[in-house]
DNA sequence: CTTGACTCCGTACCATAGTACGGGGTTTAT
DNA sequence: ATAAACCCCGTACTATGGTACGGAGTCAAG
């Protein structure tokens, strides 16, 4: 299958496929006469699970690790494991960091009558002051 | 003041501040015979603000509407109201996507008992066929 | 056997928010 | 007066995840 079949089928670019390649996340196939690559269908499991992977907050760099996890015959669950609760933590805590923006932005917001002039608007004012305004 | 005052002031990188001015955050000020930049001190203030504002979520972008928001007399309060609620309701969004994946992640890590081969592994498994193993 | 579609490669570019560097000139303190 | 500290400017580089481009060669259909 050429490269332009498996960017189709795994929804990808083929930009993407020969970008995945550079990064090593995808080995180069074995190519035809005319230099075409010549994929494998497992290449269009290996491109989903890049995919899939990183839908579920990977980074390529994490991607490539676990890619390379399952090379490795001495590795088990729980190598990948580990990872998956590194990533929970992590996402865990953007999710406070963001619900915190969202909680700050969401009483300004409320603080604000939405109406009058700026020098009056309690969110323009805390950006200057980094207080709630006193009442 | 001098450029390394108001970077130490305000927190930020001597080179934040001259990134700023190329991006229009800071208007220039004037310079002295040495063609140092002389800051008037509400410099600091204009630097926090940006700070302030990154911090709840806006982009420099962002952030430039609202400074230049605040340089025009027709703009109002609604026009801060609205530029907040639409950046809460994007925050929300990323939220609702980060929780997503935490939760499909923690499904994964809670399915692997953590030990025995990568092939078994239904984190794995998942990221291969994006499926649930059938039991 | 020609035309259009596909692919090759390397490089440059997008957004984001800065940081780093190098070779100069300036200011300040001793 | 000299050295340290500061600042100037332009450019390049960081990380992330790709996308775009251009000129060339290849493949498949008619």
Chains 1, 2 share one sequence.
Do not use: W
């Not at 490269?3 to 196939?29: D, H, S």
């Not at 579920?56 to 890619?67: I, M, P």
């Not at 323009?124 to 709630?132: A, G, L, Q, V």
């Amino acid at each position: 299958m050429r490269i332009g079949q498996v960017a189709k089928r795994a929804g990808v670019n083929v930009e993407t496929i020969r970008f995945y390649e550079r990064k090593g996340l995808i080995t180069q196939p074995p190519t035809n006469t005319g230099g075409y690559r010549q994929y494998p269908k497992e290449a269009i499991a290996r491109i989903r699970f890049i995919k899939r992977a990183k839908e579920l907050g990977f980074s390529l760099t994490e991607v490539l690790e676990l890619l390379t996890l399952q090379t490795n015959p001495q590795a088990t669950c729980a190598d990948v494991k580990s990872r998956a609760e590194d990533k929970i933590s992590t996402i865990h805590g953007r999710i406070k960091d963001l619900q915190k923006m969202r909680r700050s932005l969401e009483r300004l917001a409320a603080a604000c009558k939405g109406s009058g002039p700026l020098d009056e608007c309690p969110i323009i004012d805390c950006f200057e002051t980094n207080k709630k305004k006193e009442e």
